[in-house]
């Protein structure tokens, strides 16, 4: 099955983001958020705002090289989550599920949320927004700029 691609723009990342907020307010409320690094940073700064929460951390766990997939590298780990117990660990996608394996290995505690998810990756959720099919290829944008795309029935 051939690819799709879903252009998220700015306003809808912070419109997604804001509504995982509000279903996160109520599990709340969190010692810190871990953001998982990169696709994670702008979520979890969204949603720490809105959950007011002041302490913010990351982890980097390296698992794409443009849209080939690799074996994981954690590149970095929080310093004060300890085993995630209270914590909140954000990001913007899960999508085979490979980089949240790395992640509930590291902190088993933590709250897991994601703004989007597909089928592969949802079950190591604990909270997210949107479920797009797995071939779905999701276009951020701090991936993308604004440009004239051809009518869907000329492609």
Do not use: N
């Amino acid at each position: 099955m051939a690819a799709k691609y879903f252009t998220v723009t700015w306003d809808q990342l912070h419109r997604d983001a804001r509504a995982l907020a509000w279903r996160l307010l109520e599990r709340g409320p969190f010692t810190g958020v871990v953001a998982i690094t990169r696709g994670g940073l702008i979520p979890a700064a969204v949603i720490a705002r809105e959950l007011e929460c002041r302490v913010v951390e990351t982890i980097s766990i390296v698992t794409y090289d443009e849209e080939e997939r690799g074996a994981p590298k954690v590149v970095k780990t929080p310093v004060a989550a300890g085993d995630g117990k209270g914590w909140l660990v954000i990001d913007d996608l899960v999508d085979t599920g490979t980089t949240l394996r790395v992640v509930r290995a590291l902190l088993p505690g933590a709250h897991v949320a994601t703004v989007y998810a597909k089928p592969a990756g949802k079950p190591l959720v604990d909270t997210f927004i949107t479920e797009v099919s797995q071939e779905t290829w999701i276009l951020f944008p701090w991936d993308t700029e604004p440009q004239f795309i051809a009518p869907i029935a000329r492609l």
